[in-house]
């Protein structure tokens, strides 16, 4: 699901056209306000909705996500560390909330500090083990980490 | 130079009256471009009609006394201090922009008005924040031209890349600029008081195609937005969550599964550091 500006929240700060990876957000020359300008080429990846000082980008629902005239709201606070979305019905009545995690770490806590590890050994060069294996694959504290070992369980049905 | 009232002086070739005549017909053409502009781009009633579509949505009522705090806490935060951009070398350029534009209006007014000719001194104050005020606003609007502005700052263009969204700061750059000149030769008829108000007559002549009347609108949306926050309607966006909330976690069961029932904060992300391509 694309993004899309809403002009009359817009202030034309640029933070979306500097965000973007797809770099498709841009300014537009008579209005100094910020729009996609190639909604196919979205990667949706919400970066821009995310930098958005003013809650001024939303996202453009597919037909098949919710009947045309809906209402797709998001939220990304990466102080939280959450993404909330509010999907709202064009006949106001069905109103959804979704709250989920996007991080469950501190940003930046697990990026290793690799100007601090020592150079790899010949062995190590040698070895068919990429850098951190086996730890980083956590094969050494009891094999793979699935559902069942870590307590979890799939829920059948579609959650709200 | 800082001391002199150059208006007072100017007296001497141009009639008081006329001077007077041109500051009204500048608030006409403000007034007059404004309402054309509000009629053309229909703003007053998209505004009216937002605000009654909020309304809607809202989930509590908000009382007079509370639209009153809010008209204050906007009165101090959206119009006075610029508390609506993000971006702090935004805010304190529109800072200098509009203060510098306020004084040197507000003076210029002034010092035509009250002061007129040189038999009535003017006050050395009122003609030193004239040329603070023109100062202010060369500043901050030389500052947000060359490198705060959009075009530069995230597209990456020339700062002489012109567009008729330019109109507004350019015009205004230009009467501060030459305003400044003008005293600095010491007043009088010359070219620079030519070029300063043909460009004050842009400025102010040329607000229906520029982006002059934002100053009146925007606290206006300004106001909207906090009420709508007040009375729940958000502008449909979700619900400010507080993770720690049993009520929150029991709705959204992934919040305690994988973020622990007290999530520490994230930190900052992207906004740690600011995008910096060109």
């Known amino acids: 699901m694309p993004t899309f500006v809403y002009m009359t929240r817009c202030d034309g700060c640029g933070e979306c056209v500097d965000i973007c990876p797809s770099d498709i957000m841009h300014i537009d020359k008579t209005l100094r306000r910020a729009y996609n300008i190639e909604p196919s080429m979205c990667w949706e990846c919400y970066s821009c909705v995310k930098a958005c000082p003013h809650h001024a980008i939303d996202v453009r629902g597919y037909a098949d996500f919710a009947p045309l005239g809906h209402s797709v709201r998001v939220i990304r606070d990466e102080e939280k560390g959450t993404i909330a979305w509010r999907i709202k019905f064009r006949n106001g009545k069905k109103d959804m909330e979704l709250l989920a995690p996007i991080t469950t770490k501190p940003w930046g806590s697990a990026t290793p500090d690799l100007a601090k590890v020592p150079a790899p050994s010949k062995e190590m060069r040698d070895s068919q083990l990429l850098f951190n294996e086996p730890k980083y694959i956590r094969m050494d504290d009891g094999g793979l980490h699935t559902l069942k070992s870590n307590g979890l369980e799939i829920k059948e049905g579609v959650q709200y | ?278």
């Open chain 2, 1 to 278: 130079m800082l001391l002199t009232n150059h208006f007072a002086e100017l007296s001497a070739v141009i009639s008081p009256s006329i001077m007077q005549g041109y500051i009204i017909l500048m608030v006409l053409l403000v007034m007059g471009g404004t309402i054309l502009d509000m009629i053309h781009k229909k703003s007053a009633k998209y505004f009216f009609e937002n605000a009654k579509k909020a309304q809607k949505s809202a989930t509590r009522s908000v009382g007079g006394g509370e639209k009153v705090a809010i008209a204050t806490a906007v009165l101090v935060n959206e119009v006075l201090t610029s508390g609506e951009f993000s971006n702090p070398r935004r805010r304190l350029s529109h800072l200098l922009t509009m203060w510098g534009t306020i004084i040197f209006i507000v003076t210029t007014v002034i010092m035509i008005f009250a002061y007129p000719t040189t038999a009535t001194p003017t006050p050395a104050i009122v003609p030193q924040l004239w040329h603070i005020g023109a100062l202010m606003l060369a500043v901050g609007g030389y500052w947000f031209w060359f490198a705060i502005r959009v075009d530069v700052s995230a597209e990456g263009l020339s700062w002489f890349r012109f567009e008729r969204a330019d109109l507004f700061i350019l015009s205004l750059l230009a009467t501060s600029t030459f305003a400044l000149i003008w005293s600095y030769m010491g007043g009088g008829v010359n070219v620079y008081f030519v070029l300063f108000i043909l460009s004050s007559t842009v400025l102010f002549g040329g607000v229906y195609f520029s982006k002059f009347a934002h100053m009146f609108f925007k606290p206006a949306a300004a106001f909207q937005k906090r009420v709508t926050v007040a009375d729940g309607s958000r502008e449909g966006l979700p619900p400010d969550y507080d993770l720690t909330d049993p009520e929150v976690q029991r709705k959204f069961p992934d919040i305690p599964t994988y973020m622990g029932k007290n999530p520490p904060n994230m930190g900052l992300c992207i906004k740690a550091e600011r995008a910096k391509h060109y």
